[in-house]
């Protein structure tokens, strides 16, 4: 997307515009190696926490720059490098299951690509199977790989559908997703009730009949 100079950048980003379905990565994201990525981003959160004022020489802070890097690349950044893919291993539908499967409350852990701050809630996936099926929970590692990177809630929700429709050879996947945003709840309008609701459907999912009885096994109480 090609923004105009007389945009606010600010406002545009708490309205969660995203170019595209697509994380937008440079072409030289994978040339530095995850320890060179982590002794790079070291220094530069150790300049940011300079200028805020802080002193690293204190025996609570000293360590944060690293643990912030190693955190930023392994952990809530790690779905960026393709390495760290699920491998979604599918299997013959041998028992026929015809019907949808739904995996719901799926824990969403993501963080917003435009505050960088974080994105929590639940994601329920199904999809019907058109003689294959992936093991349960794979459908949570991806959705998990997918959230580990700067998102958008709307992002994130497609790359799932997608995912999960290439691996099954199926286009009858559908994802709703339900979760808070911090930089909603906790700056700016600190409205802390809200959620963000996104949804995909893909195939049969697109039917008002079938969308409509996986939003209703996503009501079933399932606590035990």
């Known amino acids: 997307m090609k923004i105009d100079n007389h945009f606010d ?20 994201a994978f040339e530095l190696s995850n320890s060179e990525k982590i002794e ?10 300079e200028t805020l004022g802080l002193d690293l020489t204190d025996d609570s802070l000293k360590g944060t720059p690293n643990r912030v890097a190693k955190m930023f690349v ?55 199977s058109k003689g294959t099926v992936v093991g349960l929970s794979k459908m949570n590692r991806i959705v998990d790989y997918y959230a580990k990177r700067p998102q958008v809630q709307e992002r994130l929700t497609i790359q799932i559908v997608k995912e999960l429709q290439e691996v099954l050879g199926t286009e009858d996947v559908a994802c709703v997703m339900d979760a808070k945003h911090l930089c909603v709840n906790s700056r700016g309008i600190r409205d802390i009730a809200s959620s963000t609701v996104t949804s995909e459907f893909g195939g049969k999912f697109k039917n008002k009949e079938t969308r409509r009885e996986f939003l209703d096994y996503i009501k079933l109480d399932t606590e035990f």
């Open 9 to 28: 950048i600010d406002a545009i980003g708490d309205d969660h515009v995203s170019a595209s379905s697509e994380t937008p990565l440079r072409k030289d």
């Open 40 to 49: 790079s981003i070291k220094e530069d959160v150790k300049q940011i926490m």
């Open 74 to 128: 392994n952990e809530i950044f790690g779905g960026l490098h393709p390495d760290n893919k699920p491998n979604a291993s599918t299997f013959e539908n041998k028992y026929k299951y015809g019907e949808m499967l739904v995996e719901k409350n799926i824990t969403v852990y993501s963080t917003c690509e435009h505050h960088l701050l974080p994105i929590v809630g639940k994601a329920h996936v199904a999809y019907i």
